[in-house]
């Protein structure tokens, strides 16, 4: 049984969709069911400035998705790096065990989005 907050995220998610010249994209597939979510991320003075994902998957990875980005938003990257799954699902008031894989994709997206981030200011330079 979903939580409240996972119902209502999931009827009204926010930050989705797609940052056409994002300066990070992020994208992870569940190996177990196919699932997947991509972030978008854009970067100004070393914050998250602006953020929007796609998902492709359950109630709990709309949800999860929404609530990473929430999080992650305005956030400076050493501070959304640091995002756990864990404080994710709290954030959800929780999910059921059979769905914490779920939860897994928009904090690994968002990691992979920062990542990209990173290597394209390596190559600029
Ligand atoms: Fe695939 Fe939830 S069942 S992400």
New binding site residues.
């Given amino acids: 049984m979903y939580s409240k907050k996972v119902m209502q995220l999931f009827k009204n998610p926010k930050n989705v969709g797609e940052i056409k010249n994002a300066d990070g994209v992020g994208k992870i597939r ?1 190996p177990v ?1 196919g ?1 997947t979510t991509e972030v978008f991320i854009k970067v100004k003075d070393n914050r998250i400035s602006g953020i929007k994902f796609k998902t492709l ?2 109630a ?2 709309i949800s999860s998705a929404s609530i990473t980005t929430e999080m992650a938003k305005g956030k400076k990257l050493s501070e959304a790096e640091k995002l756990t799954k864990e404080k994710v699902v709290k954030q959800l008031g929780g999910l059921p065990e059979n ?1 914490i894989h ?1 939860s897994v ?1 928009a904090v690994d997206a968002l990691k992979e989005a920062i990542k990209d981030y990173k290597k394209r200011c390596l190559k600029a330079k």
Wanted: proline share 0%.
């Fill in positions: 569940n069911c699932d998957g359950c709990a990875a769905k779920c994709l």
